[in-house]
């Protein structure tokens, strides 16, 4: 099997590698103290922006880390904040509204292409968003996947992205995915991460993966080679795992499930250690699954809506609505299928004293 980086070509697959075979056991860590990035949800309301809820939404995820001592980061623009539907006007105000309210956070922009012809990929089409969002103050840009992106070879591949990294004045964080999240998505073998990991402009990647273990393959390459390149789990059907290997999280679950997560990130690396954390592992996660959940099509898109529904339970939002553009839609009953997928977390949190989650 292939150890050596020296080794990779643009057709090995993780399976003919070390990274595909070492065990989650063995990249445990309880010291580090990695940061939580929320994909933080665009709430609407009469087919507009729901400014006050958005507001509200980040407030109330902010109170959550600050009480658990987590650094937290969000991530605007992105899947979870309809990035796809996006005018560049409201890419603009989304991040000049959360700005104005809150002005120390860390953000992450998520970025894509714009305009016409997708099946042909031009770097120039990451222009507009990257320059919209490197005009704001402590921001890192994520560069997200787009149809002309996938259509490339590998290698081409590679070099789209460090074309695109040459128009970052910011930190750059390249992001992955499976088809469970856009239908063209694919996710990246060993050699284009590696390519990836050693550009000095990207400080880290974010796979969002259900279906395949591909987080944990970037965490035993990036840990085995010691890269300089921060693997963030985008895997919201294995949170823990993250948590477990004391690496960042970047996930729209960070949403729902905030005040759970940042305390068992808490407990995680508290002394004396409390198994209760295994608990908490799992409440959040079994909510997390109904939130994720795969649709006929095997699309976990719609969790947006899902989202929505779990905040307007907890009282954060006032309504459950999303983009009027977006396609994402879970079927009528959702109120009732989330208020029954909140009963176990909900028991946990008050067994374990978590503030700030309980129903409205």
């Known amino acids: 099997m292939i150890s050596d980086p020296a080794d990779l070509i643009p057709t090995t697959t993780w399976e003919e590698t070390v990274w595909a075979h070492t065990p989650e056991e063995s990249l445990v860590d309880r010291a580090s103290r990695p940061r939580l990035c929320v994909a933080t949800l665009l709430p609407f309301r009469d087919g507009q922006p729901d400014w006050q809820g958005f507001e509200d939404s980040i407030r109330w995820m902010l109170t959550c880390a600050q009480t658990a001592g987590v650094e937290i980061a969000f991530v605007l623009n992105a899947d979870t904040g309809y990035i796809f539907q996006l005018s ?14 809150f002005p120390e956070p860390t953000i992450i922009c998520g970025t894509t292409a714009t305009g016409a012809g997708e099946s042909e990929f031009r770097a120039d089409r990451y222009r507009p968003q990257i320059e919209i969002a490197q005009a ?186 999303i983009h009027p553009d977006c396609q994402d839609q879970r079927p009528s009953g959702e109120d009732a299928r989330m208020r029954e997928a909140l009963v176990r977390p909900l028991r946990m949190a008050e067994r374990l004293g978590i503030q700030n989650f309980r129903l409205a």
């Open 88 to 101: 560049e006007a409201l890419y603009a105000e989304v991040i000049r509204r959360f700005r104005s309210a």
């Open 136 to 321: 704001f103050d402590n921001v890192e840009v994520m560069i997200m996947t787009s149809q002309g992106l996938e259509n490339l070879t590998t290698e081409k591949r590679r070099d789209a992205y460090f074309e695109i990294a040459e128009m970052l004045t910011v930190p750059g964080i390249v992001h992955a995915l499976e088809p469970a999240f856009v239908p063209w998505a694919t996710p990246f073998g060993p050699w284009l991460l590696n390519q990836l990991a050693g550009h000095p402009r990207f400080v880290g990647g974010k796979i969002s993966t259900l279906d395949e273990p591909h987080f944990l393959y970037w965490a035993a390459m990036c840990r085995d080679l010691k890269l300089d390149f921060a693997p963030h789990s985008g895997d919201d059907f294995g949170i823990a795992s993250a948590i477990r290997m004391g690496l960042p999280l970047l996930i729209g679950a960070g949403v729902s499930a905030c005040p759970l997560i940042c305390e068992a990130k808490r407990m995680w690396t508290a002394e004396p250690f409390d198994m209760r954390v295994y608990k908490l592992f799992e409440a959040f996660q079994s909510l997390e699954d109904a939130v994720f959940r795969l649709d006929e099509k095997g699309s976990a898109a719609a969790y947006k809506h899902s989202t929505a529904h779990v905040l307007k339970l907890l009282g954060i939002i006032a309504c459950a609505e």
